[in-house]
């Protein structure tokens, strides 16, 4: 290279986008015009040419300034002209050199240029740089994969350190600039520095690439692994005939509406709620919410309704095909029904069942709904205490639902049943609002056509309903509603009467509900007699279907177990079957006894004996009452022991008897919260028995309020307490005379076994209830008409 003329002109041809270092090869298209004159400059001299790239690669014209003054001064190898007018040529870059001056710049650039040889001091370090440079060339070659492996062969074969830096620069994607930088820096050991800095800057570079390229690469995988999870799950929803999701969903819905016959109002809600449906994804909380609000629109029964039968000798016939007996209730049912067929709508009072449990209003509501072929639905409104039961909660609410009467239409199915309500007298009230107003509502002809439900919102025309209700006590219905019903009592039933629905009712039902044919079961009368007496004691039937359902049971066990043909039930084996009796029957078992005496009360279960104990313990005077007593009948109680306390001369009791002694009372059995003024004569004769000591007769049960001055006042539920009696196989009922006409009311098996003696003073009780008369009346003060009394009753 140093023989080289050190200063020479020659023609320039400036290179865009490229450089080219001494000792490389390599091809280059050249088209300007300019060019391609310095190029045929060079030819017809010596093919030397000075090869320097432009600053700025995309200038068409570029002037001195935009030209590097550092190049190449290369030999041109080879030209081809090529089609398109363009000249390619081999060029071989051989020495940097400078430019030292620009001759001429018309036809093309002529330059004057001096050579810049290699300053190369020789020096240990070198040596080291060159390998440092190879070994970081080599990781940048891992790194970028745009340069071949066979390259790095190629280059760790290169000995002049100088060509090594060339070299390896002509194979980095470098900028123009940086490569420029090298090929300026003539100074061997600061162009290996240089080129160190770059590579090592260039890999940290591509680590970072790399890097970043394999966490894209990870969440695409992740996003692509999702997609395609989910195609499964699409495609295997579709095998399971799922559809795809909500989609499937959305388009089933749009199918049910249309088949259902909705109100427009209806349609077009469900419509809408659907579209909205449609926007949910298919996991969401609300979707569920949307979803079930459009269920119960689609199944309530907007427009289905049972054809009504009108036969009214149809509907009797059921009636006494469910039912033995209740020809009062009947007969009121037949009316009622009778109107209705008239009135063509269900308008005017609600008809209300009154009476104690398992006398049979459920069954009677039942069979008016056969009888009419209408749907029957029973609801019970016992304990409801918050008006959203009757009438939904707001969709807001989480976990909201329609109230009670929309969820018995939807499962009725139809929009005219006969619908129980039952316990009606059970509702309560409290700061969760009024179930008794919203039920008004419910039963309101004028206002139920267009009845709203929180949860439904739209109106549902309750118009067509036939409303039944039941109470046990006609006292806790509360008035509103109670103005808007009829009252149908049912009281309860005599021992024949129960004897009879269990032969012919209850008997076979349960028969055939155990799978037992008929004469596989024979009840003798006896046996049953003493189930309706020692198994039970109520005013209905229901605990007496219990028993015999639970004889059923137990024959069929024997029938299959032993082998049996029939199992015969008498007085005798009946324990076995039933356990030990569980009630007394009659006062054969009782003795007479000192201060404890029969009563009779009114409760909610119907009639019911009660005994009145009094004892009498040395004291201060205290009066002590116990048993579940209500107000009215501690007072009732305080009544009796003025009396007592005015006429303790007349009965021979110690004038201060209240002042040395206690006296406690009490109501045993006492479950049942019993109130009311009737046990007034009770407790008085109880109170007299203690402290004359003499017994009172067990035959005897009585009824009547008390005056301080011992006048007999009048009671209520006649009917039902003699019923009571009957059951607790009592003889003799001693009643306010002025109760008298009540006792045509009692059904004649039962009269005809009880002796009726009306009473209208205490002297009249104390002488048929005590065993002897008190000493101080062997002289009586008034005239004894026994006799009397008691034939006025006789039938
Ligand atoms: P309630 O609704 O008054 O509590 P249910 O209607 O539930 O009473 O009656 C209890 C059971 O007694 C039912 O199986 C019913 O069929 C039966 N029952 C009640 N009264 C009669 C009757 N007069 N004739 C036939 N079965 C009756």
């Known amino acids: 290279m140093g023989n080289r003329t050190k200063v020479r002109t020659m023609p320039l041809l400036p290179l865009r986008g490229l450089l080219?270092?001494?000792s490389m090869v390599l091809h280059l298209d050249v088209g300007r015009e300019k060019s391609v004159k310095a190029l045929d400059k060079a030819m017809v001299e010596d093919s030397l040419i000075?090869?320097?790239?432009?600053?700025?690669?995309?200038?068409e014209e570029p002037d001195q300034d935009d030209i590097y003054r550092i190049g190449t001064v290369s030999k041109v190898r080879q030209m081809l002209k090529l089609p398109n007018g363009t000249i390619r040529v081999l060029v071989e870059g051989i020495i940097r050199a400078e430019i030292l001056e620009y001759k001429d710049t018309a036809e093309y650039y002529e330059v004057e240029i001096k050579e810049l040889p290699e300053q190369l001091v020789p020096d240990p370090e070198i040596d080291a740089l060159m390998r440092t440079v190879l070994t970081q060339f080599e990781h940048y070659i891992n790194l970028s994969k745009k340069v071949t492996p066979e390259t790095l062969a190629a280059v760790s074969d290169i000995e002049e350190p100088g060509r090594l830096a060339d070299v390896i620069c002509s194979h980095l994607s470098l900028k123009i600039k940086d490569k420029q930088e090298i090929l300026e820096t003539v100074n061997v050991r600061a162009r290996l520095e240089k080129l160190l800095d770059i590579l090592n800057n260039e890999r940290e570079v591509l680590e970072l690439e790399r890097k970043i390229s394999q966490r894209v690469k990870k969440q695409?995988?992740?996003?692509?692994?999702?997609?395609?999870l989910r195609e499964q799950m699409k495609a295997i929803q579709k095998e399971l005939g799922d559809k795809e999701g909500r989609a499937g969903e959305v388009e089933e819905l749009r199918a049910q509406l249309a088949e259902a016959e909705l109100p427009e109002k209806a349609h077009e809600r469900v419509l809408k709620e659907i579209d909205r449906l449609e926007k949910m994804p298919a996991t969401s909380a609300e979707g569920g919410v949307i979803r079930n609000y459009i269920d119960w629109l689609l199944a309530l029964p907007w427009s289905k309704q049972s054809e009504d039968d009108l036969d009214l000798d149809h509907a009797e016939q059921i009636l006494h095909e469910d039912h033995f007996a209740l020809e009062k209730p009947k007969e009121r049912v037949l009316e009622y029904l009778a109107v209705q067929n008239l009135v063509k709508k269900m308008k005017g009072p609600i008809l209300c069942l009154v009476g104690p449990p398992g006398v049979g209003k459920t069954s009677i509501a039942r069979s008016i709904s056969r009888a009419l072929g209408r749907q029957f639905v029973r609801v019970s409104l016992g304990g409801v205490r918050d008006e959203a039961e009757i009438r939904g909660h707001r969709r807001t609410y989480v976990g909201a639902m329609p109230g009670r009467i929309i969820q018995g239409l939807k499962t009725a199915g139809s929009n005219n049943p006969v619908f129980l309500l039952d316990e009606i007298d059970k509702m309560a009230m409290d700061f969760r609002g009024d179930p008794a107003s919203a039920l008004l509502e419910v039963l309101d002809p004028e206002q139920n056509s267009t009845f709203s439900d929180h949860y439904i919102e739209l109106p549902f025309d309750l118009s067509n309903v036939m409303f039944v209700t039941t109470a046990n006590s006609a006292h806790n219905?509360?008035?509103?509603l109670l103005d808007r019903m009829e009252l149908l009592y049912i009281p309860g039933y005599t021992e024949l009467e129960k004897r009879e629905i269990a032969r012919h009712y209850l008997l076979p039902k349960q028969e055939s509900e155990h799978g037992l044919k008929e004469g596989q079961l024979e009840l003798e009368d006896e046996a049953l007699a003493t189930i309706i007496r020692r198994y039970t004691r109520e005013a209905g039937v229901r605990n007496l279907e219990q028993q015999i359902a639970s004889l059923c049971r137990k024959s069929a066990k024997k029938i299959v177990s032993e082998q049996l043909t029939k199992v015969e039930i008498n007085q005798e084996n009946l324990k076995d079957f039933l356990g030990p009796a569980k009630f007394r029957y009659g006062m054969a078992e009782v003795e007479d006894q000192i201060g404890t005496v029969s009563g009779l009360a009114w409760t909610e279960a119907g009639g019911d004996t009660l005994v009145i104990e009094v004892s009498i313990v040395p004291g201060s005077g205290k009066l002590t009452l116990t048993g579940?007593?209500?107000?009215?009948?501690?007072?009732?109680?305080?009544?009796?022991?003025?009396y007592t306390r005015s006429k303790a001369r007349e009965l021979g009791i110690a004038a201060d008897f209240h002042e040395k002694?206690?006296?406690?009372?009490?109501?045993?059995?006492?479950?049942?919260?019993?109130?009311?003024?009737?046990a007034g004569i009770t407790m008085a004769t109880a109170l007299i028995s203690a402290l004359t000591e003499i017994p009172v007769s067990r035959e005897v049960a009585m009824t009547g309020e008390i005056t301080l001055r011992g006048r007999v006042l009048p009671i209520g539920g006649l009917k039902e307490k003699s019923l009571a009696a009957h059951r607790a196989g009592i003889k003799k009922i001693l009643l306010p005379k002025d109760n008298e006409k009540d006792i045509q009311d009692i059904p004649e098996s039962v009269r005809d076994e009880l002796t009726f003696i009306p009473v209208s003073h205490m002297d009249q009780v104390l002488e048929h209830a005590l065993v002897e008369q008190p000493f101080s009346r062997q002289e009586p003060v008034a005239p004894h008409h026994d006799e009397q009394w008691e034939e006025q009753v006789q039938p």
Not at 220 to 228: I, S
């Open 20 to 22: 080219v270092y001494p």
């Open 50 to 59: 000075l090869l320097c790239s432009q600053s700025e690669a995309n200038m």
């Open 220 to 228: 695409m995988e992740k996003t692509q692994k999702e997609y395609y």
């Open 477 to 480: 219905i509360p008035r509103p």
């Open 628 to 642: 579940k007593l209500g107000d009215v009948m501690k007072e009732s109680a305080q009544a009796a022991f003025s």
């Open 661 to 678: 002694n206690d006296i406690h009372i009490h109501i045993p059995e006492g479950a049942i919260p019993k109130d009311g003024p009737s």
